[in-house]
């Protein structure tokens, strides 16, 4: 119910407003985003980098109302792959088509994307594509095949409470995609999403073996004991070594977790929010996990 509530507030540009503008919450929106700045978001990855863990970069921002907004966020994104080839290697940029623009125009969008992947191809730095709601995946996943093949190293999110995820993921034949296999953070319909927790749970373990079985290099974007538990099980049994796939988790989640699994000799990458608009990423990082929403009550009580 409460996730329900949280998630419909993800959506609700009125209370986003309202929210945004509040003096508030320092404290917990820097638990979960880097910065404002795209320096700030520099500086937390090489601190991430001594600590052995990779990051992708996420401008946050999502639908826009205007192409001119589009334009604006590809070309924020051409200097964050600019500065992390030069200041962060290893480092990936995390794109949201909606923020490209695809709500608007899917034609304009792609080439937003096209431009995107050329400056990433020769500054050596992959693209990641995230999986946004219902309402543009479909769309979604249409452009990123449409650049897979000249562009493989691009990785795709994969939600795996929705219904249609196996029949996606088998519908690659001729190159086989690098996916971020996630749960899927939507309030999406029944007709279209596994709803029950333990249901998609138990849809994610089946999906990573499978991705770590079909795919190349998987990316398990997870902080589920029960699914990290699974991969590293199933990639031992499989005989996959632990660099040949990679854990992903968000910045400011289990970070013990996240320290204790690069230790150990797994690829771990944070997902490293920055900018201004945060305020839906914040409700669905608060939607996950309901005790977030009590440190953001607090933070807007004592201002
Ligand atoms: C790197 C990365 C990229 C992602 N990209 C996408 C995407 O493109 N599209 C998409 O739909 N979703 C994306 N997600 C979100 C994802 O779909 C889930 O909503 C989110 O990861 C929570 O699911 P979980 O697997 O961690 O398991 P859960 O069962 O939700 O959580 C397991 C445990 O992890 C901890 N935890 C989980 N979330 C939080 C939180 N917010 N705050 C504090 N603790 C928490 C808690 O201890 C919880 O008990 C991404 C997630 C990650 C890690």
Redesign the pocket.
Known sequence: MIRKLLLLAAANTRLERLVSRHPLTSGVVSR?VAGTTLDSAVGVARALDDKGIDV?LDLLGETVGELQESAVATAAYVDAIHAIADRAPGATV?V?LSQLGVGLDPSVCAGHLKQLLEVAEECGVTV??????SSVGPRTLEIYRAFLPSFPRTRV?Q???MRRCPEDLSSFTDVKPRI?L?????LEPIEKALQE?EE??AQ?RYLATWALTNLPDP?F???????IDHVRAEADRLGIAPRDFEF???Y???RDLQERLAAEGYRV???VPFGSQWYPYLM??????P??LLLFLRSVISG
């Open positions: 979960f992708s995390s949201k990641e594509v995230d999986m946004e709601h999110a939600q795996a409470a971020r996630v749960k899927g953070a939507f927790r998609i749970t994610y990316a974007g997870t902080h589920d004991d029960a699914c992903q988790m968000l400011g989640v289990r990458r944070v997902y669905r990082r608060m939607a996950e996990r005790a977030n």
